[in-house]
């Protein structure tokens, strides 16, 4: 089992910047894959970044590809995802998810954290 605490969402104004923060706890060392994703009103769930637990290598979308900005703190077991340039349309809700080593699907996730770009 990995828990997930999503933090640092919050209110910004289009251009500004956040951090949102996913803590990973338990069986880390089954993790394969942090990912994040986030899914707005009426809209289905859009896959954002992720990155390799074991190399740090990292993937984006083509949407916040050169905005947002995927790290890693190993000693916290904790990912980071910088938003940059924000943009109205990146108003959303943001989920953390681990793909474990049992898993070929992202099979843990965070509760989410609202996140509200102002134009």
């Known amino acids: 089992q990995v828990q997930l605490v999503n933090s640092g969402g919050g209110l910004v104004q289009a251009g500004g910047s956040l951090r949102l923060s996913c803590a990973a706890s338990?069986?880390?060392?089954?993790?394969?894959?942090m990912g994040w994703f986030r899914q707005a009103p009426g809209k289905e769930r859009e896959f954002v970044a992720r990155?390799?637990?074991?190399?740090?290598?990292?993937y984006y979308s083509d949407s916040v590809k050169g905005r947002f900005t995927v790290s890693k703190d190993n000693a916290k077991n904790t990912v980071y995802l910088e938003m940059n340039s924000l943009k109205p349309e990146d108003t959303a809700v943001y989920y953390c998810?681990?793909?474990?080593?049992?898993?070929?699907?992202?099979?843990?996730w965070g509760q989410g954290t609202q996140v509200t770009v102002s134009s």
């Open positions: 998810a681990v793909r474990s080593l049992s898993s070929g699907t992202y099979n843990y």
């Open positions: 338990g069986r880390t060392i089954s993790i394969v894959f």
């Open positions: 990155m390799s637990w074991s190399s740090g290598s990292t």
